[in-house]
């Protein structure tokens, strides 16, 4: 059925990192109704591989962030929100160079993927650095985080294990396990 969409929406909340919509919806069998939905301006995310990628030796940069959410220190490949009208690739970018101050030579787009779908708006855009130059980090001052390189195949292993249990991180490290195994 045509026609189905948002029909109105009101704002709830307005904050730093995101913002809560109650949206009226026409749903494709013509019914209606409210749903709340949690704005986001979407974030990029880096795999950011040390050593040219290949399976048996290379090492990834990963973050150990504390999360007040999680509860704890989770492990986490680098990423960050999109500046308003700001470019996924830049954002990923800026992102490396604050969170490890790494730059990168070479970035390959790997996916992009919608986090929450019943209820956010926010999407991931998920690279591949690869020429890493070493630099200077600068942290926001809410970022309480850890460098951490780690073998590659390390990396897949703590996901699998559960030792990683970042969405972003998960999908960045599996994707870049595809892209190895594809030749």
């Known amino acids: 059925m045509s026609g189905t969409g948002r029909l109105a929406t009101r704002r709830v909340y307005s904050g730093r990192v995101i913002s809560v919509d109650v949206d009226t919806v026409r749903f494709p069998d013509g019914s209606t109704g409210d749903l709340e939905m949690v704005r986001h301006p979407g974030a990029s995310a880096v795999v950011p591989f040390l050593d040219e990628p290949g399976w048996d030796d290379a090492r990834v940069l990963l973050i150990r962030q504390y999360r007040y959410a999680a509860g704890g220190h989770v492990y986490e490949i680098p990423a960050g929100r999109l500046d308003e009208g700001e470019d996924p690739e830049h954002c990923a970018r800026r992102e490396l160079r604050e969170e490890t101050g790494y730059s990168c030579s070479a970035l390959t787009r790997l996916t992009t993927f ?45 996901t699998r294990s559960g030792e990683i249990v970042d969405g972003k991180t998960m999908v960045g490290l599996f994707l870049a396990e595809s892209r190895f195994l594809a030749g």
């Open 114 to 158: 919608h986090t929450t779908p019943g209820f956010t708006d926010e999407r991931i855009h998920i690279f591949m650095a690869t020429g890493l130059s070493e630099g200077l980090s600068s942290p926001e001052a809410d970022e309480i985080l850890e460098i951490h390189p780690v073998p590659f195949k390390r990396a897949l292993e703590m």
